[in-house]
């Protein structure tokens, strides 16, 4: 799974329709919020930063929610955008949740290894277990 990194509103107008997770690397005001939302209609969820989340109007959530878009807190650590514009999530964390499941853990538990395996956003990991149980 991929995770578009955005580094500057300038970039949101440049996005593929088919992007499904973005993860903005500056805060966003609700106008970009709402571009990026119109630029790609495939969206599933906005991956911010804890420092920038707190920003985000209260308004612009329901947006989202009203949407069905989750708005994510949480970084991409050790990501360089220079090298790559998208931020990978290894097919292994994927399986670690369907070896989770099949050994019948509770979600709490789930997300305290994967988080210590993983070192992916709580935020990100309760989405990643929603998205597999579709």
Not at 40 to 51: E, N
Request: proline share 4%.
């Amino acid at each position: 799974m991929r995770i578009r990194v955005v580094s500057s509103k300038e970039e949101i107008n440049s996005l593929g329709r088919c992007e499904k997770i973005v993860h903005l690397a500056f805060r966003p005001a609700n106008k970009d919020i709402f571009t990026l939302v119109r630029s790609c209609p495939d969206l599933k969820a906005i991956h911010i930063p804890s420092s920038y989340i707190r920003t985000v109007s209260n308004s612009t959530k329901m947006f989202l929610d009203m949407q069905g878009i989750a708005l994510l807190e949480g970084d991409v650590w050790g990501h360089r955008k220079d090298i790559n514009e998208y931020s990978e999530i290894r097919p292994e964390v994927l399986d670690r949740i369907q070896e989770f499941k099949a050994e019948g853990l509770s979600e709490p538990d789930m997300l305290g290894r994967l988080g210590r395996e993983t070192r992916l956003s709580r935020d990100l990991l309760k989405f990643l277990l929603k998205e597999k149980a579709k």
